[in-house]
Structure formats: C-alpha cells, structure tokens
C-alpha cells in the first residue's frame, strides 16, 4: 500500500484524483484548510495546513513520510517554496499540477516551449499575482522553484482547460445557456484556440503518472484545439440555434474563454507513454447535449 499526500485533492478533478486512489488501496492524506467537507469521511488521513503559512506545514509533516505528493493547490512560488522545504527528505517523488498558461500565447506548444530550470522567479505570495498575466507567473515560478531546488524527482503537469458536466466554473455551460436563449455572447477575437480534456481523464492521467517514473513537463489533453468561433458554432448546431456574437462587450455577456489570445498544446510526449485522450468532440458533444436540457 502506497503512502500518499495530496495538498488539496477536495475539489474538482482533485476530489477525482483521490478517489482514483482510494480505488487502488492507496493510503491517502488529505492537506488542506479543512474548510468545508470533503466528502470522504472516515477513508483518508487529514492534516489542517494553510498554504500561505509555512510553519502550519512545518508543522503538519513532521515526523511524516510519504511515497508520493500531489499538489494540487498551489497558486504562488512562496508556497511552492515553503512545501518544498517542508517536505524535503520527507517524499522523493512529487506531482505538480500546473497549467498550458506556462507558455506564451500560441497554438500546439511543446513541453520544451517553456524551461523551468531557466526561468528566473521572485519569491512571491498569491495576493500579488493578479490576472492571466499573474497566473501565469504564479504557475511558472512555482515550477522554477520546484525544479531548481532538486528536492524531488518532479513532475509537472500542464492542464488544458478542465471540462465535465460538474465543472463548477460553468463556462461551457455558459455558451450554451446564452445559445440555446438566443441571447448574445462578445468574443474579441472568434480565431483564438484552446486545448481541452475532460476531468475524469484529468485525475486518470495524474494517477497513471503517479504508477510511473516520469520525470519533467508534460502536457496531457484532447489532441485537438478548437478556436472559440467552431466551439460556438458546434453549440450552434447541437441546440438548433444560430449563436449570437459580439465584438463589444456590454453587461453580463462577455466570454469566460475569451483570454488574451490562444493557448493549446501539443500531447505526443503523454501518448509516447502509452496514455491516452478521448478525441475532442468525443468530450464536448456529451457535455453540451447535458447542458441543453
């Protein structure tokens, strides 16, 4: 039975990952705030820490050990700093969950498009990183930090966007709504492109990375993007209404995927390891179907 730590793991494809494990006898502690329940119950370890507090995790972990970690929750380079120095000597092997917003904007990035052990970072908490921009810092730098630092054999993940029926920032679900009410949706630029996958394969791949001995940056993902124009327009035909676009936005109805430019990434180094993806519109059509009714 495998010893594991997740920092976070209480929502979304978090909450999937554990459950992944759970399912495979792993022993798991949970890291969090202990702020809401997290549904589990009696079958997982729990520990209180607050990410932006490095003692609570000093704290915490000592005396612990663990044969895997996944950090799920960190969003600044000084927490990614204090959990490395927390856990150091305390785990070997460490997955991090970053994001395709590593990269500069573009289409079909490949993992070497960004180099964390070339990235130079400040030491920063997460109050200070504000917009696209300050996430993509944050993830970069936490990155930088983990990979400099050499505690750890590490791993980092680089998510598209995360889509699932119970995805509950609701931004497919959006598109559709204002569709299917005929209402219109601003979008500055209908060219832009994105990278999906689906939750459940999101907590899939993260526990298959977990049983190898990969090391470094990978992308995992739907081998195809979709640009925000062929999105609409496949919403379009599946609910049987002609979508509305706007150029300017006004009220409530901008885009929640309307980001600054593209981001998508390329997904040959996830299948050279034998891992697989659902093709796109095998994860969008179910996924607008359920929103419509």
């Not at 502690?29 to 329940?37: F, G, I, K, P």
């Not at 663990?66 to 960190?74: P, R």
């Not at 993806?277 to 996924?287: G, M, N, T």
């Amino acid at each position: 039975m495998r010893k594991i730590l997740v920092l976070g793991g209480t929502n979304y494809f978090g909450k999937k990952l554990v459950q992944r494990l759970l399912k495979n006898d792993d022993r798991v502690t949970l890291a969090t705030r202990e702020s809401h329940d997290d549904g589990f119950g009696m079958q997982v370890d729990r520990l209180k820490i607050d990410r932006e507090d490095k003692q609570s995790m000093m704290t915490a972990f000592e005396g612990k050990n663990w044969d895997l970690v996944y950090d799920q929750s960190c969003l600044a380079s000084q927490e990614a700093w204090d959990a490395a120095k927390a856990l150091k000597e305390k785990c070997s092997r460490y997955i991090f969950t970053s994001t395709q917003a590593v990269y500069e904007f573009g289409t079909n990035h490949r993992e070497e498009n960004f180099d964390p052990m070339s990235f130079t970072y400040r030491l920063k908490k997460r109050a200070e990183y504000q917009g696209y921009e300050g996430y993509q810092e944050a993830k970069r730098a936490a990155e930088a930090v983990l990979f400099q630092q050499g505690y750890f054999k590490i791993a980092a993940v680089r998510m598209p966007i995360v889509v699932s029926q119970d995805d509950y920032t609701e931004r497919l679900k959006f598109y559709v709504d204002k569709i299917k009410q005929s209402n219109p949706i601003v979008i500055e630029d209908p060219k832009f492109r994105y990278s999906f996958i689906h939750a459940e394969e999101a907590a899939e791949f993260l526990f298959q990375l977990g049983n190898s001995d990969f090391t470094g940056s990978i992308n995992p993902g739907c081998s195809e993007d979709i640009s925000l124009d062929e999105l609409v327009q496949k919403i379009g035909r599946i609910v049987e209404r002609k979508p509305l676009i706007q150029s300017n936005q006004t009220g409530d109805k901008g885009s929640p995927y309307a980001l600054p430019g593209s981001w998508s990434v390329h997904t040959g180094k996830a299948k050279s390891l034998g891992l697989s993806f659902s093709k796109l519109d095998e994860v969008l059509d179910p996924l607008i179907r359920s929103f419509q009714k």
